[in-house]
């Protein structure tokens, strides 16, 4: 084992940008150091580690099986280091720096960026926003990714055993290129049309997708796409269906020349929610940002949305268990 009080931690930092340059010399322009210096620094990564952690591959440089390993370990420690030296006892979002972490779908990025964007512009002007894509990877490993990520919004239903805000809800619709009227769709239009869907068929994107394919209604997927707001696009101007949340229907009907037709099944109504690991419960700042992720949210215009949105409410402990389970599916 490792002795904390006589390793170069500094050597975390290289091994960083080693790891995503892949290249000595523009790893070492990344974060300010000669080639030469770099170079010490790969040796003694390589030492370190008893491995070769770049090996050529024709002109570039390919990471070995080890470095692949720990490029996204490494990437985490360094993002809780800096959140680590960015905590204060009071924190003051007018005068703050701070860069706050999100991992989230393009479909709650679309719903609550816009007033989020504009809170931060008056209140905070300083801090900087990161977004990352949720993928199946991220919510596989969902403690992982909330020890690195400030918040991550997705769907309540799918995970427990860490404290979350909700923010707001939404109904499921379909949305076609078909020119017949809006309408209620049958079952039998369900069954007999062919879809696009969102990963495929190897993962369930939803549990409303999980509902409609439990009931056999969406077999026949022949479009696949990797983000929500493809959807609408992906069906325009054929008689496909794609499932999408009615918020997002009803921004892109227009631009996309959709058609949103009503659905004669009952689905889970999607709970929108911001997760948080509990080490960052009492941090001020995360209070805060949270804080302002939830106000944001509230703001959203329900006239077209037939639930109400639910008020924001952080449930820090009534629905933490004592191990965390794991999700098995990519979230709205």
Same mark, same amino acid.
Do not use: K
């Given at each position: 084992m490792v002795n904390l009080l006589t390793a170069d931690l500094n050597l975390l930092v290289a091994l960083d940008a080693l790891l995503v340059e892949r290249n000595v010399t523009r790893a070492g322009a990344r974060i300010g150091i000669s080639q030469p210096a770099m170079s010490s620094s790969l040796q003694r990564l390589r030492r370190q580690f008893d491995d070769e952690l770049l090996t050529r591959v024709g002109s570039s440089y390919e990471l070995t099986p080890l470095a692949q390993v720990l490029k996204e370990d490494v990437a985490q420690i360094l993002r809780?280091? /800096?959140?680590?030296?960015?905590a204060q006892a009071v924190f003051d979002p007018a005068l703050s720096s701070r860069s706050f972490r999100i991992v989230t779908s393009d479909y709650c990025l679309t719903a609550i960026s816009g007033k989020l964007m504009a809170m931060l512009q008056e /209140?905070?002007?300083?801090?900087q926003v990161h977004f990352d894509a949720v993928t199946p990877q991220a919510v596989e490993r969902i403690k992982e990714t909330l020890q690195s990520a400030d918040l991550m919004l997705i769907p309540k239903g799918h995970f427990s055993g860490f404290p979350h805000t909700e923010l707001f809800t939404d109904n499921w619709v379909c949305v076609t290129g078909a020119t017949s009227p809006e309408r209620t769709l049958t079952v039998e239009e369900m069954r007999d049309a062919r879809w696009a869907r969102l990963f495929g068929a190897e993962v369930d994107s939803t549990l409303a997708d999980r509902r409609v394919?439990?009931?056999?209604?969406g077999e026949k997927t022949d479009i696949i796409v990797d983000s929500f707001l493809m959807?609408?696009?992906a069906v325009a101007g054929t008689a496909r269906l794609a499932l999408v949340q009615e918020r997002l229907a009803r921004m892109l009907s227009s631009v996309a020349?959709?058609?949103?037709m009503q659905l004669p099944i009952s689905l889970p109504t999607l709970v929108e929610c911001a997760w948080w690991h509990p080490s960052k419960t009492a941090d001020p700042g995360h209070q805060w940002f949270r804080r302002l992720v939830a106000r944001a949210a509230a703001q959203l215009d329900t006239e077209t949305i037939d639930s109400p949105v639910t008020p924001p409410s952080e449930k820090p402990e009534a629905e933490r268990s004592s191990e965390p389970q794991t999700a098995q599916h990519v979230l709205a």
């Open positions: 809780m280091v /800096e959140r680590t030296f960015d /209140e905070a002007p300083g801090v394919y439990d009931l056999q209604l959807l609408p696009f020349g959709v058609r949103i």
